[in-house]
């Protein structure tokens, strides 16, 4: 697939980044502030996914291939660092040659994304673990299907991150407002609000059910993450497995279909894809309690997998603020 520049129709972008992404995003905006000039959208496949980047008001031709070239370059260099299935990224020869100290190891340019995964899974008592791969193996499972050090349940969201400080620098002090979405890993970028659309987890199985559950506005700096048991499982014995597992246990996660996590902009969408990932493996109850001790600015909803009563389950700062919800929300505390 080739990077597509379009000027196009804002809801047929909305339907392909459905698809393609976790997150619907519903509408761009319905003031726009550039004299019918439509918002400009470009989408490229990277790190196994799809990228877009959305700019709300039209910027010259010009300077939007810029940017997305920039952002492009952020995206690749952190695919070319981080891959887990990439034998000669830097952390699979890493890996390779026996690495105990990843922080000091790695490129600084990635340092913070090994901190923040090892942060995380000290934080988590190990619910959160990039060793996952590793105790995997310590159990005799895995067969090398995960690689000693996996960051891909953060990269992603880092990867925004770095690109979210490129557009900011090359727009300087200018009004702007960008959509940046990795995968189902948003940040709000600049100026403006957008609403976004939390898919449903159970129209994998069910065609019919409608496409999103519940609608979610960012605002400038903030980023939403989800994880979910339906876009990448593994299949066994004809049976569905998460690819997310406890890392305590190595054990495949179950009964969740899917969590959201929306984060400020002081922790960025690195946190928020890390946190979506933790509150998989913990779950409603013990992930509202991690959330209050150490990330008390995100807001968090999970999805139990349950298809024939779908609900919703939201920390009491999510419950209150979703922009709809078209399933009963219970609070926690
Ligand atoms: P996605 O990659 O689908 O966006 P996530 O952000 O939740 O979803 O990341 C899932 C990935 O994280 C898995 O594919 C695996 O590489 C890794 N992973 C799985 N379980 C854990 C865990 N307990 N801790 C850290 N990483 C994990
Ligand atoms: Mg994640």
Redesign the pocket.
Known sequence: MRPVFKKAAIYAAVISAAIAA?IAIVRLCSDREDGGDGPQVVRWPVMG?VAQMTSRKHVDELEFGELFMRVQASYSRVEQLLS?WNPESELSRLSAAGCTNWTEAASPEVRPCYEA?LRL?EESDG????R?GEKLRALGMGRGR?SRF?????A??FAVDMAAEEVERAMGGRYFSFLLDL???LRAVGAGEWRTGVRNPFRGVDASQPEICAVITLVGGESV????NY??FVEKDGKRLS?????RTGEH?SGIAGVTVVTPREYGAMLA??L???L??LGPEAGAAFLKRFYPLARALWIPDEPASPRIIATSNMAGWLERADWPVSSLR
């Not at 619910?127 to 990039?130: D, G």
């Open positions: 976790e996914t887990a995964a899974a619910a959160f673990n990039p996952v995960y996996d960051l891909g349940a953060i992603k969201g995968g189902g890993n993450a989800t994880s979910g876009e990448r690819h997310i597992l406890d890392g996660v894809d890390g979506s990932t933790t998989f493996v």
